[in-house]
């Protein structure tokens, strides 16, 4: 065999070898190959069809973004648990809450020396208000560094060398001379700071106690307050009070505790009812009533009116703005509610309207309902083709 005839034969075997080896690894390919596309086929299927279900599920309910939602202007209110009559109605006044105003009245004479801040202007608490000083401020400051040193030695004397009476009368003297500055309405900081730095004596800061809005501010640089007159009113207006006079026959079953109905301009909160006087004024035969409101998430301001509307759970039915209502395609009345899977159109009947509201019944206490953007909401749902369904 010569070597050409060899190699040409070994040629032949090692294609033959390569052959099989690609034989080898191919056909476990294409075995599995068709089942496994078919496998991954059905489950995509699957899905296919669990989604499409889902999709069917709430095909009802309009999905809308958090951006979509702003760029809407939709708005959403939670109903009242309470139901009402649009004739069982007040006028009421927006008061400041006496529960989250402070006075700041100093009882002893002060000056003046300088402004911090102006009226209106929305302060933090522990911020400088007025710089305030005078002869009466520097003799109070005075008497307490005296009187805090005199107690400090005092106290440190064994029993033996001071008795007892004279400890009391020092300890007595700090304390007075140290409620005399809080009556200045100085803090426990500044007050102990005067025995580190009794060069400050004569002026203090004072600050604002709590957050809120500046009111009522009449003070004037130069100007000498007397001891007790207001400088300045506090008043946090996150929490109002509303004002209204009842006939005797409105107030009739009212109780503290019971939710009414507060509406300024477009705006309706619900309140609760914390007072009543149970006296009838002598010239306009009216009832003092007191409902307290959370106005953190719409700036209202005291001294605005307002209309309350008060419980009536015999004939009544839940307050909405003319901007909830809708026509659905069979010119019915409907409002939109916001539930998990997004907003769904409820049918309702509208009982009686005026002055811009509407007392309507077939929609449960306690849900969230579109107030505004509700128009956008009907004509999305107009385009879906959806039917509407009670809950």
Not at 110 to 120: C, N, Q
Request: net charge negative; aromatic share 4%.
């Amino acid at each position: 065999m010569n070597i050409q005839h060899l190699d040409k034969k070994l040629s032949k075997r090692s294609l033959t070898v390569i052959a099989i080896l690609v034989s080898i690894c191919y056909i476990p390919q294409v075995l599995a190959g068709p089942g496994h596309n078919h496998a991954e086929k059905v489950q995509q299927n699957d899905r296919i069809t669990q989604q499409n279900e889902i999709t069917d599920e709430h095909s009802n309910a309009l999905v809308l973004t958090e951006r979509q939602q702003q760029m809407a202007g939709i708005e959403v209110m939670s109903l009242s648990s309470s139901t009402f009559n649009l004739d069982d109605v007040a006028t009421a006044t927006l008061i400041v809450d006496r529960d989250h105003t402070v006075t700041l009245a100093p009882q002893l004479d002060v000056r003046v020396l300088k402004r911090h801040v102006v009226p209106g202007q929305l302060v933090n608490k522990n911020q400088v208000l007025l710089t305030l000083g005078g002869a009466a401020v520097a003799q109070a400051q005075a008497d307490y560094i005296t009187a805090a040193a005199e107690w400090n030695r005092v106290k440190q004397m064994s029993k033996n060398t001071v008795s007892e009476s004279r400890r009391l009368v020092a300890k007595v003297q700090a304390e007075l001379t140290r409620a005399n500055l809080e009556a200045l309405s100085m803090t426990a900081l500044q007050i102990n700071q005067l025995i580190t730095k009794p060069e400050s004596i004569g002026r203090y800061q004072l600050l604002a106690p709590i957050n809120g809005r500046v009111q009522q501010d009449v003070a004037m640089i130069g100007q000498v307050s007397a001891g007790g007159r207001p400088l300045m009113q506090l008043t946090d207006e996150s929490h109002l009070w509303v004002e209204a006079q009842l006939s005797a026959h409105q107030a009739a079953g009212i109780n503290n505790g019971d939710k009414a109905l507060v509406r300024v301009n477009e705006i309706s909160i619900e309140g609760t009812i914390i007072g009543r006087s149970h006296e009838l004024d002598l010239v306009t035969r009216t009832e003092q009533v007191l409902v307290s409101i959370d106005n953190s998430e719409y700036g209202l301001h005291a001294g605005q009116f307002a209309e309350l509307y008060l419980p009536n759970s015999l004939d009544g039915g839940v307050v909405l703005p003319d901007s909830a209502l809708t026509r659905s395609s069979d010119g019915h009345w409907q409002v939109f509610i916001q539930e998990d899977d997004g907003f769904e159109a409820v049918e309702v009947e509208v009982i009686e309207s005026q002055r811009g509201i509407n007392m309507v019944k077939g929609i449960e206490p306690r849900v969230h309902v579109v107030i505004s953007g509700a128009f956008l909401l009907a004509s999305e749902l107009a385009k879906a083709g959806f039917d509407i369904h009670n809950h």
